[in-house]
């Protein structure tokens, strides 16, 4: 089953002869629980597509659809609870709010809907990130690592159909890295969550299921690294 459609997708930024063609009808889909790394060079396009599959900048034509729905038909204000509901976004920066503790960071997304937070659920998320020494801290009193894994926590609590990770080890250390992609992976494969993860490093790239491969704005090869 297919969680996440791409089609004949475009985005051009300016117009005339200024115009710049970031992405240019690029198409894919991803099915439910496969692990999909998008690699690239510097100004590939990579990241603007992972910012059309994610809702957050629209495209100038094609479409995203993440579980059937066409996420580009939808107002402002429905898109805005879908990527909350279904789409979990991991930044390289963390993207974590300074003045909340690692719990409410965590749970945003949820009291943002003003769903009840199911305790069990975060006892797991936090136990298997090992954060459950760290729920009253705040950002700047962890370490890259653990903020990292709040990142995390956030994109995986809402149960979404796809997590979406943006270099998601570019600002950490080696073996900070490496803790992070074994958890990414521990909930991709133990969970059957679908992870597609944009990266420069190839060492990444190789652990996904696939690789797709942008230049230019275009997919130059997609392919198969184990069945």
Do not use: C, W
Not at 140 to 157: F, K, Y
């Amino acid at each position: 089953m297919d969680i996440l459609k791409i089609e004949n997708l475009s985005k051009v930024y300016g117009k005339g002869e200024t115009a710049v063609k970031a992405l240019d009808d690029v198409s894919f889909s991803v099915k439910k629980g496969e692990f999909v790394a998008i690699i690239g060079p510097s100004g590939s396009g990579k990241s603007t597509l992972l910012h059309m599959l994610g809702g957050v900048d629209k495209p100038s034509s094609g479409k995203v659809l993440v579980d059937n729905t066409d996420i580009y038909k939808l107002n402002e204000t429905q898109l805005a609870i879908f990527r909350r509901r279904q789409i979990g976004l991991i930044y390289q920066f963390y993207n974590l709010i300074p003045i909340l503790t690692v719990e409410e960071n965590i749970t945003l997304p949820m009291l943002l809907d003003e769903h009840k937070v199911d305790k069990q659920q975060l006892n797991e998320i936090v136990t298997t990130l090992n954060l459950q020494n760290r729920l009253s801290h705040l950002p700047n009193q962890l370490s890259g690592g653990q903020q990292q894994r709040v990142s995390i926590g956030r994109a995986l609590i809402s149960n979404p159909a796809i997590m979406l990770a943006d270099e998601p080890t570019g600002n950490l250390d080696s073996k900070n890295s490496n803790e992070i992609m074994d958890l990414l992976k521990m909930f991709n494969k133990t969970f059957n969550q679908t992870l597609v993860v944009i990266t420069h490093d190839e060492r990444i790239a190789l652990q996904a299921d696939r690789v797709i491969s942008i230049e230019d704005g275009g997919i130059a090869k997609d392919e198969v690294v184990r069945p």
